[in-house]
């Protein structure tokens, strides 16, 4: 089928190279124009595991073509919009993006159009759309509106799309319904040709689940929701076990082996951050206080998630009592690992806290540097773990990326002022750092335990 996907983004680049991938003639439509041609040149804007690669495959079989929105919009029998929904001051999501694409797609398009929404949007979005469409569309556009909300996370986003847990579409007509079925069939029925594995791990069949537009929307932010409380519930629960002399990775297991609950997100650490749970759980609370429902429990979600950075804060603080002038090594930056994204990242607000402080930054992370650059000019950006460490009296970990787990412990105690980790998320071994001399400090109990390896990385 010919599709257009709008904005290259994270979902959009990912959507856009999936869909071209299964078989799909896919133009990507991008205003950023600076964008547009570093993916036109070949360049990839951000880094994700393996989507270079599909890209590079997609383009080489005439699958994928970048170009303006307006040739998009003049190209799909599908359009789905991509483009991002952030934050307003208010916690809303800013729609604009959203409406400026739906204005172009009713003044542009000819014949009829399925307009998928896959951003992250409020309840109603849906039938607001139809109303705009309406109302500024040319007798030549007929159309359907669609939610087909994206589940992906950064750092497995194409395997995410190609072998998901669910397909959610949100459709008022069985002509949309049917068109979303075809274009997600060789996703349903697991026949592609997959760019990741050789032979793909056994996987159950997605589930298609069709609903109407408003549930479709709500089950988006309900299930970030979901994942946000579970993040900061098991962070007050490791509060707990360190006051009352716990052992979180014990208790995370031991919660985790109910198959209720589930071993996934119950990592404690410094928070969750990145472009959905921060803003999406705002959005929900608004969108609830919206419709007279007093979400006062994701409020709460959202204020401890704010705090962990004030208690990894303290625990520097305890350690080394003044941060005037003291060289403190930060590894990581992503609000994740295996993703170069630091939009709402905790490392970033934690480095502001420390330089307010007087601290001086040395930090490393394998790929987001050059976005951190962009958001913190005045910290020092290093080559490597060892180069970041050097002279320093602390070394705060951030972000879970392997490589930390892997560096040589007795050159780093070399290098270093002061031998102290200070691990923001519980991801190093104990024993491994304490052995070679250096004092641990973790999070939740016993000095931070080493994670039992079932339990998924937060985010
Ligand atoms: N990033 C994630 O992990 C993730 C996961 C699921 C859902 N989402 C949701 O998907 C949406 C997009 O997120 P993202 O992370 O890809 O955002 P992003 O900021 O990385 O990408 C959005 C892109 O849209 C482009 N754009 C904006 N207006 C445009 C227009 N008129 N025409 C063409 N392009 C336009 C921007 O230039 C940008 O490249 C958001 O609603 C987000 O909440 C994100």
Same mark, same amino acid.
């Given at each position: 089928?010919?599709?257009?996907?709008?904005?290259?983004?994270?979902?959009?680049?990912?959507?856009?190279?999936?869909?071209?991938?299964?078989?799909?003639?896919?133009?990507?439509?991008?205003?950023?124009?600076?964008?547009?041609?570093?993916? *036109?040149?070949?360049?990839?804007?951000?880094?994700?595991?393996?989507?270079?690669?599909?890209?590079?495959?997609?383009?080489?079989?005439?699958? /994928?073509?970048?170009?303006?929105?307006?040739?998009?919009?003049?190209?799909?029998?599908?359009?789905?919009?991509?483009?991002?929904?952030?934050?307003?001051? +208010?916690?809303?999501?800013? /729609?604009?993006?959203?409406?400026?694409?739906?204005?172009?797609?009713?003044?542009?398009?000819?014949?009829?159009?399925?307009?998928?929404?896959?951003?992250?949007?409020?309840?109603?979005?849906?039938? *607001?759309?139809?109303?705009?469409?309406?109302?500024?569309?040319?007798?030549?556009?007929?159309?359907?509106?669609?939610?087909?909300?994206?589940?992906?996370?950064?750092?497995?986003?194409?395997?995410?799309?190609?072998?998901?847990?669910?397909?959610?579409?949100?459709?008022?007509?069985?002509?949309?319904?049917?068109?979303?079925?075809?274009?997600?069939?060789?996703?349903?029925?697991?026949?592609?040709?997959?760019?990741?594995?050789?032979?793909?791990?056994?996987?159950?069949?997605?589930?298609?689940? @069709?609903?109407?537009?408003?549930?479709?929307?709500?089950?988006?932010?309900?299930?970030?929701?979901?994942?946000?409380?579970?993040?900061?519930?098991?962070?007050?629960?490791?509060?707990?076990?360190?006051?009352?002399?716990?052992?979180?990775?014990?208790?995370?297991?031991?919660?985790?082996?109910? $198959?209720?609950?589930?071993?996934?997100? &119950?990592?404690?650490?410094?928070?969750?951050?990145?472009?959905?749970?921060?803003?999406?759980?705002?959005?929900?609370?608004?969108?609830?206080?919206?419709?007279?429902?007093?979400?006062?429990?994701?409020?709460?979600?959202?204020?401890?998630?704010?705090?962990?950075?004030?208690?990894? %804060?303290?625990?520097?603080?305890?350690?080394?009592?003044?941060?005037?002038?003291?060289?403190?090594?930060?590894?990581?930056?992503?609000?994740? $690992?295996?993703?170069?994204?630091?939009?709402?990242?905790?490392? &970033?607000?934690?480095?502001?806290?420390?330089?307010?402080?007087?601290?001086?930054?040395?930090?490393?992370?394998?790929?987001?540097?050059?976005?951190?650059?962009?958001?913190?000019?005045? @910290?020092?950006?290093? *080559?490597? @773990?060892?180069?970041?460490?050097?002279?320093?009296?602390?070394?705060?970990?951030?972000?879970?990326?392997?490589?930390?787990?892997?560096?040589?412990?007795?050159? &780093?105690?070399? %290098?270093?002022?002061?031998?102290?980790?200070?691990?923001?998320? +519980?991801? &190093?071994?104990?024993?491994?750092?304490?052995?070679?001399?250096? *004092?641990?400090?973790?999070?939740?109990?016993?000095?931070?335990? $080493?994670?039992?390896?079932?339990?998924?990385?937060?985010?």
């Amino acid at each position: 089928m010919k599709i257009s996907v709008i904005g290259a983004g994270y979902v959009g680049l990912t959507t856009a190279a999936c869909l071209a991938q299964i078989g799909h003639d896919v133009f990507c439509g991008e205003s950023d124009i600076e964008k547009l041609h570093t993916l *036109q040149a070949g360049v990839m804007p951000f880094f994700e595991p393996h989507l270079e690669d599909v890209i590079a495959d997609s383009r080489k079989s005439g699958r /994928l073509t970048f170009g303006s929105t307006e040739e998009a919009i003049e190209w799909g029998q599908a359009i789905f919009i991509c483009v991002g929904t952030p934050p307003l001051g +208010n916690g809303d999501a800013d /729609l604009s993006a959203i409406e400026v694409v739906a204005r172009m797609i009713a003044k542009r398009a000819v014949g009829y159009r399925l307009i998928v929404e896959k951003s992250t949007v409020p309840v109603q979005t849906g039938a *607001q759309l139809r109303k705009h469409l309406a109302v500024h569309r040319t007798q030549k556009l007929d159309y359907d509106v669609a939610s087909n909300p994206e589940f992906l996370r950064e750092g497995t986003s194409v395997e995410d799309f190609l072998h998901p847990d669910r397909i959610v579409v949100g459709v008022e007509s069985q002509r949309a319904t049917d068109l979303l079925r075809e274009i997600y069939l060789p996703v349903i029925d697991q026949k592609i040709v997959c760019p990741i594995h050789s032979e793909c791990p056994q996987r159950k069949a997605p589930r298609f689940l @069709v609903t109407d537009t408003n549930s479709s929307e709500l089950i988006k932010h309900a299930s970030n929701s979901f994942l946000a409380m579970k993040i900061s519930f098991i962070n007050m629960v490791s509060d707990l076990c360190e006051a009352a002399g716990a052992d979180i990775s014990k208790v995370a297991e031991g919660i985790g082996l109910d $198959p209720r609950i589930g071993s996934s997100f &119950l990592q404690p650490g410094i928070g969750f951050g990145g472009f959905c749970f921060p803003k999406d759980l705002q959005a929900f609370v608004r969108i609830a206080e919206k419709f007279g429902c007093d979400f006062a429990l994701l409020k709460e979600v959202e204020r401890i998630n704010q705090s962990r950075v004030d208690l990894l %804060v303290e625990k520097i603080k305890k350690e080394l009592w003044v941060l005037r002038n003291k060289k403190i090594c930060v590894w990581g930056l992503a609000f994740k $690992p295996n993703t170069d994204d630091v939009r709402f990242a905790p490392a &970033l607000s934690i480095i502001r806290r420390l330089l307010a402080e007087g601290a001086h930054i040395q930090a490393y992370d394998p790929e987001a540097m050059d976005k951190a650059r962009k958001e913190i000019p005045e @910290v020092a950006y290093c *080559q490597d @773990v060892y180069e970041a460490a050097r002279g320093a009296e602390a070394i705060v970990l951030l972000t879970e990326w392997e490589e930390f787990r892997k560096v040589d412990w007795t050159h &780093l105690s070399t %290098v270093v002022e002061r031998a102290l980790i200070i691990d923001g998320r +519980n991801t &190093l071994s104990r024993d491994d750092v304490t052995t070679h001399g250096f *004092q641990y400090v973790g999070i939740g109990g016993v000095s931070g335990a $080493p994670q039992m390896s079932a339990i998924l990385a937060n985010g």
